[in-house]
């Protein structure tokens, strides 16, 4: 699976986006897709995590009500649309893939990874 997420840009506070991520290679609709951010100077960190079938979220409690994940399988894409947006969620966002059923927050689960995106709201 080859991933490219998209999207990233310069915000203000309170504002919106939406990151993609297209996604080619093997069939798509068999992957959990999740989102992870890493700010400068931390560890790379999970944000939201979707099933297969789009049915089943996850997300850290820091971005529950603000953002939300989604899948288009018929395009193979992912998106992350994040709306009041803070200071704090200023990050390189990076989409990734794992081969199973099963969602989970934990980086090292996740095989394949996009290049990252960068997000970043202004005060």
């Known amino acids: 699976v080859q991933l490219q997420a998209s999207g990233g840009g310069l915000v203000q506070a309170g504002g919106s986006l939406r990151l993609s991520c297209a996604a080619s290679g093997r069939t798509f609709s068999w992957y959990v897709m999740g989102w992870f951010r890493q700010a400068p100077g931390k560890e790379r960190e999970f944000v939201a995590a979707?099933?297969?079938?789009?049915?089943?979220?996850k997300y850290v409690d820091s971005v529950k009500g603000r953002f939300a994940i989604s899948r288009d399988s018929t395009k193979n894409m992912l998106y992350l649309q994040m709306n009041s947006l803070k200071p704090e969620d200023t990050a390189v966002y990076y989409c990734?893939?794992?081969?199973?059923?099963?969602?989970?927050?934990?980086?090292?689960?996740?095989?394949?990874w996009g290049q990252g995106t960068l997000v970043t709201v202004s005060s």
């Open positions: 990734a893939a794992r081969s199973s059923t099963a969602l989970t927050t934990t980086l090292s689960q996740y095989a394949y």
């Open positions: 979707i099933s297969g079938s789009g049915g089943s979220t």
